[in-house]
């Protein structure tokens, strides 16, 4: 058996008093060996990552070690001084954030912030040819082109994928012994995830590492653990090898996070009876945007939208799929008329969309609503939720008593309790907040509804519920669907078509088993092909023929 690296014994950590339970983490008992990657997994709220936040002293304020030991190295790193803990961080023990952007410097380039963490723990100072030589040995051992020229930028340069791979560099700056990654796939397109996923493997192996991956999602367990702790409420409720966890899982809570993962179930053989006219019709869009470079280099132009043509009937569901980049939420702006295109035409419900101004534009565009992928940032944290969904009524002449009465209805019918309307969204959790987004945009009953990666930073299990609620809500209140996403799992769940883009263009279109069983365009079978947890499908028949290849 290989060495054990970290043991948490029975460790428990409390909350500030006055919260809906005591502990975050209750008597977990986790084990890492090196060259082993174990993964935590769990939903929102279960204690993953307060578990791993523990054991590098990163506990939030008032939050606080009540129990156990985390050992490593012969330490209890429980209750480890902080001159200690500085050590061990970034040097023998590193950490993966989930966030690259909130967790780079933006102000600071990256290749300076790679050079910082190994000055950090370096002793002697190491010259600096040999410090500049060792940041480009970094970025380039993480699979990124042109290093010199990487490590000039700053963050907000980079693509999120690129910061994924330059935290990572930083992870690996002093060799540790173990590495704590922590949701470090979440919302990244599949490509970029499979690609972040298989570089951590790769060093891993190559370093001998132990790794604590904290995940909600059982589609990338199945692609890199070895072993699997399942977490809820604080508590594990079941370990054990990936193979037994994936194929016998003993809990219920188990099972059913394994059944949320989208995609394990094929695209319905039935196809949904869909008629009558396009609701709206788009032909020739057409978007390029122009950065400013200053006042002695030319424009930099991109094209976001090139010759798109797409229609969308009643109680339709059209999933556009690309990449981040591809333009696919320029092309739902667009249809929102929140972004005007260069060229093309929008012909909705028998109007030309882009040329109606003022008043006219106004009583149209109530029929075409939206749900943004962060449902914090979409509401007003100083506004009740009642107010939030009644707003949209009222502006368009509702009454104040009658708009709050459909609010409670919509707060209902999505699932929450009508006493909601009363309270404020840091009140609530990400998938309720989503939920409320979706009644706000349904309150004025739109005939459109478009979802722009609604879903995607979800646990699993939410997102599973929320795609159920949408396919519910397209029947009962016969809405056609515009649903953005990265992810062709999450396709497979709600859409009649498939629309895939690359960039700007669209490369291939079909209905949605057609598309899984025989993709034409070579883009298409590569997104297929990074489709997570291939070893999540029962059998040969439920797997896309391009994700079986690899």
Avoid: W
């Avoid at 995830?193 to 570089?199: G, T």
């Avoid at 070895?226 to 977490?231: G, I, K």
């Avoid at 879903?455 to 016969?478: F, G, H, P, T, Y």
């Avoid at 062709?488 to 279109?509: C, F, K, N, P, T």
Wanted: charged fraction near 25%; glycine fraction near 8%; include cysteine.
């Amino acid at each position: 058996m290989s060495e054990v690296l970290l043991s948490i014994e029975k460790l428990s950590v409390a909350l500030p008093k006055g919260g809906d339970r005591g502990l975050a983490v209750e008597n977990v008992s986790i084990s890492v060996a090196r060259n082993e990657i174990v993964c935590l997994v769990g939903e929102s709220g279960s204690g993953k990552s307060i578990t791993a936040h523990a054991v590098l002293g990163l506990l939030p304020p008032n939050v606080t070690v009540a129990g156990g030991a985390i050992r490593y190295g012969g330490s209890d790193l429980a209750h480890a001084d902080d001159a200690a803990m500085r050590r061990l961080r970034g040097g023998a023990i590193s950490m993966i954030f989930q966030e690259p952007l909130s967790a780079l410097n933006p102000l600071a380039r990256v290749g300076d912030q790679i050079a910082e963490m190994i000055i950090t723990h370096a002793r002697p100072r190491p010259m600096r040819a040999a410090l500049d030589a060792r940041v480009l040995e970094l970025i380039a051992a993480v699979g990124l082109p042109e290093p010199a020229t990487l490590a000039r930028s700053y963050p907000f340069q980079l693509s999120g994928g690129q910061r994924q791979r330059i935290m990572i560099a930083m992870a690996m700056a002093n060799n540790p012994s173990l590495l704590l990654a922590d949701e470090p796939t979440t919302a990244l397109d599949v490509t970029t995830q499979k690609q972040i996923l298989l570089l951590i493997r790769r060093l891993q192996a190559e370093r001998g590492m132990g790794v604590l991956f904290i995940t909600h999602d059982f589609g990338v367990v199945a692609d890199i653990a070895d072993r699997v702790v399942v977490m809820r409420g604080g508590r594990v409720v079941e370990q054990g090898s990936v193979d037994e966890i994936l194929r016998a899982p003993k809990d219920p809570y188990t099972k059913a996070l394994i059944a949320a993962v989208p995609g394990k179930r094929p695209p319905s053989a039935a196809v949904r009876e869909i008629g009558g006219e396009p609701l709206f019709e788009a032909l020739g869009l057409n978007k390029t945007f122009v950065t400013r470079q200053g006042l002695f280099r030319p424009p930099r132009r991109v094209p976001a939208v090139r010759d798109v043509a797409l229609a969308l009937r009643p109680r339709e569901t059209v999933a556009v799929v690309g990449e981040s980049g591809s333009g696919k939420s320029t092309l739902g702006r667009i249809i929102m008329r929140l972004i005007e295109p260069d060229a093309g035409t929008l012909d909705f419900a028998g109007e030309n969309f882009l040329k109606l101004r003022g008043a006219q534009l106004r009583a149209v565009r109530r029929k075409v609503q939206i749900v943004f992928q962060d449902p914090f940032a979409a509401l007003d944290p100083r506004q009740k939720i009642g107010a939030a969904i009644a707003s949209g009524p009222i502006a368009y002449g509702v009454s104040a008593e009658e708009a709050m009465a459909e609010a409670k209805k919509l707060v209902a019918r999505v699932g929450l309790s009508e006493s909601a309307v009363d309270r404020y969204p840091h009140e609530f959790s990400g998938g309720q907040r989503q939920r409320i987004c979706i009644a706000r945009a349904l309150a004025l009953k739109p005939l459109v509804l478009v979802a722009d990666e609604a879903v995607s930073a979800l646990d699993v299990s939410v997102q599973a519920n929320i795609l159920a609620l949408l396919a519910e809500l397209r029947e009962e209140m016969n809405l056609a669907m515009l649903f953005i996403t990265h992810d062709l799992r999450v396709a497979a769940e709600i859409a009649d078509r498939i629309v895939v883009m690359q960039r700007g263009a669209i490369v291939e279109q079909g209905e949605t088993r057609e598309v899984f069983r025989a993709p034409q365009h070579p883009y298409t079978r590569a997104l297929l092909d990074a489709v997570p947890g291939r070893r999540l499908f029962a059998g040969p028949g439920e797997v896309p023929a391009a994700a079986m290849s690899a």
